[in-house]
């Protein structure tokens, strides 16, 4: 049978998605033949200039958007419309997505396309997505879904598309929700997978010259960790850890090889590779054998690690010996006290051993370093950079997570938050990366700051302080302020940071998008700030008026407006009126959810805008003219095609 494999946005654009050609390989394997379209690549490939920088970290959450994705998806209409034409002149039966935090969106317009052109396409879900939680039996409500695999799909998938095959519709069956019925049947954990038996990931199918690095093969011989770190979500994904024998990797690697043999280099994807030593050291000296046949170096790998005392010389001396040129240590933290509250089960001296011993080797070294973990002290933060100091010989890089600490959903850290000293907040205010403590000694600034003078010591110590994002980095720091400063509710410094970022990246429809939400709003706040200042001249000036007028205005500052001014009153009270009404009027305009208010506060008036006083008129028309200063050169530059011209992809 005929089944198609989709990728929707996001994914990076280094290489192919290794979720979906592992699915593509259990199904080839089960005898179906398999279409792939990587949506993801041929929009990243193709894009405009508008959506240059779209693919960078920070711009991520717009893919969370539905509102964005779907205007996205209307304006790359043209290749969207390519890949669907191209799946459904296949004549797949089936149509399976690989979905996970950031695709669920583009995923679902694609699904809907499809079922719209043609409503008996069968399509199939899974990935990351579904694996913990609700999500299966809420997203199984929607008409575009047909089921859901939950899970791993190694084993579950193909056993899905028997059924189809079969029956000509799926069938309940573990590891699988489904509607039947008009019901929504859950058919319980999906079957457990033996990696050993797995088949291959396939890559035939990928469009392999799409993707920015030309030689790079990924891959992942285990899953899951032995490790439970507090922060880390991904080893709640898998049962335990499994992991492939020395001999299945090495045939794995080799097979690849054989099909692409122009691409040389191996990325394990393992959360750890070193999970069991013995095995890895397997592989290693199996390659080595092969590199000594070939007489000559015909692969190079890279790998993820923990720190344990089993890497010792011996075994790094064999990695080496089969071209492993880079592994990358998850250290965290410099702090023994940091370390254990992660739930980190090794002391720095073990790691400062290890580290040298994987420099001496002559495999090139990188330490993950994270910020801000709650409990972390300025102290803690002082011996991460003391053990930076002093492994400065032995790191060839040092990577300091780009979200300084996250809070990872079902990680053990989200889930016991307030035990963690985490500031309780509603379910509509959580936020992975702008969490705070209920002491309010750590929150997003603080970590950024930490991460800022970690990465300048790195620099100064002649050490690469690898960025962890694509593009600018100081563009990433504007963006996530402003989304940081939008979540607390300081509008005027978002606009700020929103502005900053597009001085630097005139073309960012997104960010442009943000800005020109704002543009009405200060226009309304400057017009009711000028008239509440002349109100409070007036006011001033006659204080007879002022006790008069005041305490008859404040109840109806914010309900309702305010009542009709008798005809005796003063001028200077019915002036006043006027000017209250006309500042009224003008927050009226503003969106129900970002309206600003009126305050009395010590006989004077001012504006409130979610808790932040409003400044003087005249910071809030400057303010509105630079937006609209930037707004109108970045829509005279598009008028132009400037954003049509060739501008710099993505870099790892």
Not at 205 to 216: C, G, N, Q, V
Not at 361 to 378: H, R
Not at 438 to 450: A, F, I, Q, S
Request: proline share 5%; with cysteine.
């Amino acid at each position: 049978m005929k089944v198609a494999l989709v990728q929707a946005p996001v994914w990076w654009p280094v290489d192919p998605p290794l979720g979906l050609a592992q699915i593509a390989g259990c199904a080839s394997a089960a005898g179906h033949e398999v279409l792939v379209s990587d949506l993801n690549i041929q929009l990243w490939k193709n894009r405009p200039g508008k959506y240059e920088n779209l693919w960078l970290w920070e711009q991520y959450h717009f893919w969370n958007d539905p509102k964005f994705v779907a205007a996205f998806f209307k304006d790359n209409a043209a290749i969207v419309e390519a890949e669907v034409q191209k799946i459904l002149s296949s004549d797949s039966r089936v149509v399976g997505f690989s979905v996970y935090l950031g695709a669920q969106w583009a995923s679902l317009e694609m699904a809907r396309l499809i079922k719209k052109a043609d409503p008996s396409r069968i399509i199939v879900w899974g990935g990351q997505f579904f694996f913990l939680g609700t999500a299966a039996t809420e997203w199984i409500e929607r008409p575009e879904i047909d089921a859901i695999v939950r899970g791993h799909g190694d084993v579950t998938f193909p056993r899905l598309l028997d059924a189809v095959e079969r029956t000509g519709k799926p069938a309940p069956m573990p590891g699988v929700v489904l509607k039947a019925g008009g019901a929504v049947v859950d058919g319980g954990p999906p079957a457990s997978v033996n990696l050993e038996k797995t088949p291959f990931a396939d890559l035939r199918a990928f469009p392999m010259e799409l993707y920015s690095d030309p030689i790079r093969i990924p891959f992942a011989g285990s899953r899951g960790c032995v490790w439970k770190c507090h922060f880390c979500s991904s080893t709640n994904f898998w049962s335990g850890y499994t992991y492939m024998s020395g001999e299945r990797m090495f045939a794995e690697v080799m097979h690849h090889r054989s099909l692409l043999p122009g691409h040389q280099h191996v990325e394990f994807y393992d959360i750890t590779a070193n999970g069991d030593v013995s095995a890895l050291r397997q592989f290693s000296r199996l390659t080595a054998a092969a590199i000594k046949a070939d007489h000559q170096k015909w692969i190079g790998w890279k790998i993820n690690a923990i720190i344990r005392p089993e890497m010792t010389p011996e075994v790094l001396a064999d990695l080496r010996a089969a071209n492993c040129h880079d592994i990358i240590y998850g250290i965290e933290s410099g702090s023994p006290k940091v370390l254990k509250m992660m739930n980190k089960p090794f002391q720095p001296e073990i790691a400062d051993r290890v580290l040298k011993d994987t420099h001496d080797a002559g495999i090139k070294v990188t330490a993950n370093i994270m910020f801000g973990f709650p409990g972390e002290t300025e102290q803690d933060f002082d011996m991460t950079l003391d053990f930076l100091k002093r492994n400065a010989g032995h790191l060839d890089r040092v990577y300091g997570s780009a979200t300084f600490t996250s809070l990872e959903e079902n990680s053990r850290l989200t889930e016991n938050q307030e035990a963690s000293g985490i500031k309780k907040v509603s379910a509509d205010r959580f936020h992975n990366l702008y969490w705070e403590t209920e002491d309010g000694t750590n929150d997003y600034e603080v970590r950024l700051n930490r991460y800022r003078r970690f990465r300048q010591v790195a620099i100064g110590l002649g050490i690469d302080a690898y960025k962890g994002v694509n593009g600018n980095l100081e563009q990433d720091h504007l963006a996530n302020l402003a989304q940081y400063k939008e979540y607390r509710c300081d509008h005027l410094a978002a606009i700020d940071e929103y502005l900053k970022y597009l001085e630097n990246d005139l073309y960012s429809g997104p960010m442009r998008a943000k800005l020109a939400d704002y543009r009405e709003n200060l226009k309304a706040l400057a017009a009711a700030q000028r008239a509440v200042e002349k109100a409070n001249h007036v006011l001033k000036v006659q204080a007879g008026v002022a006790q008069e007028f005041l305490p008859w205005a404040e109840p109806h500052l914010n309900n309702g407006g305010l009542p009709a001014v008798d005809g005796e009153r003063s001028g200077g009270f019915h002036l006043s009126a006027a000017l209250l009404n006309r500042a009224r009027t003008a927050l009226l305009s503003m969106p129900e959810e970002r309206r600003a208010g009126m305050h009395l506060k010590d006989g004077k008036l001012s504006i409130i805008w979610i808790e932040k006083t409003m400044p003087s008129y005249a910071e809030l028309r400057r303010l509105s003219k630079r937006v609209e200063m930037i707004l109108a050169l970045a829509e005279s530059e598009i008028a132009r095609g400037e954003d049509k011209k060739e501008a710099p992809r993505c870099q790892r």
